[in-house]
């Protein structure tokens, strides 16, 4: 029998495979990163990497959490889009589900973001410029507001246009975005390098 076995299931995540481990504790360490709770994102990695829903009070035995920690979590999760709930045949408990697409779950993550810190910013940006008193502002203060107005609602538009997008055509347009981008370093760094070419 293996000693480690007892400590294994003992520790957070025991009862995960390595690999899975690996990527709940490197998810939550991300979210810390990202501004998102720890907690909450390692309860994402932990739902989508499994292949069946989870119900609260198995996510709160295989992270070691408090189940009031789980449940404030998925709660925040549920806002996010990022869980729903599910039912099962026999059980009267609620069980959670993610997104098991990638590119369905990046569109969700985009699309929330936008939602929360992306519009709220753009909504200010265009309040200052409407105000009174912003003719009182110097003009390279105006002009800064102005071109980040402009480029906020710029990108917004684009990213709009991008979540449209079905997952084959996004996948071409970022490919042929790559290949453009090494033509055009490639044509400056071949018009450079004639430059320096003596004798031409």
């Keep these: 029998m293996n000693d480690a076995a007892p400590e294994a299931r003992n520790s957070p995540g025991g009862d995960l495979s390595p690999i899975a481990r690996r990527f709940v504790l490197h998810w939550g360490e991300m979210g810390s990163r ?4 720890r907690t909450v994102a390692q309860i994402h990695a932990l739902i989508y990497v499994r292949d069946r829903p989870l119900h ?8 070691s959490v408090a189940r009031s920690n789980v449940s404030n979590s998925l709660r925040e999760l ?4 990022l869980v729903r709930v599910v039912h099962q045949l026999g059980d009267r408990r609620d069980h959670y589900e993610t997104l098991r697409d ?4 990046f569109r969700t993550i985009v699309r929330e973001r936008k939602v929360r810190e992306f519009d709220p910013t ?3 940006l265009r309040e200052c410029i ?13 002009a800064r507001l102005r071109e980040t107005l402009a480029l906020m609602e710029t990108l917004s538009v684009w990213s709009e246009e991008m ?3 079905d997952t084959a055509t996004l996948v071409k347009l970022m490919k042929l975005g790559a290949r453009v981008g090494t033509i055009v ?4 760094s071949s018009t450079r390098s004639r430059a320096r070419t003596p004798g031409r």
């Design 34 to 37: 990202w501004g998102v709770n």
């Design 56 to 63: 609260a009070e198995e996510i709160a035995a295989t992270l």
């Design 78 to 81: 549920q806002s996010w889009n």
């Design 102 to 105: 990638p590119w369905e779950l």
């Design 122 to 124: 753009i909504g200010i």
């Design 130 to 142: 409407a105000d009174p008193d912003f003719a009182l502002q110097s003009p390279p203060t105006k």
């Design 163 to 165: 979540l449209r997008l």
């Design 185 to 188: 370093r490639g044509g400056k």
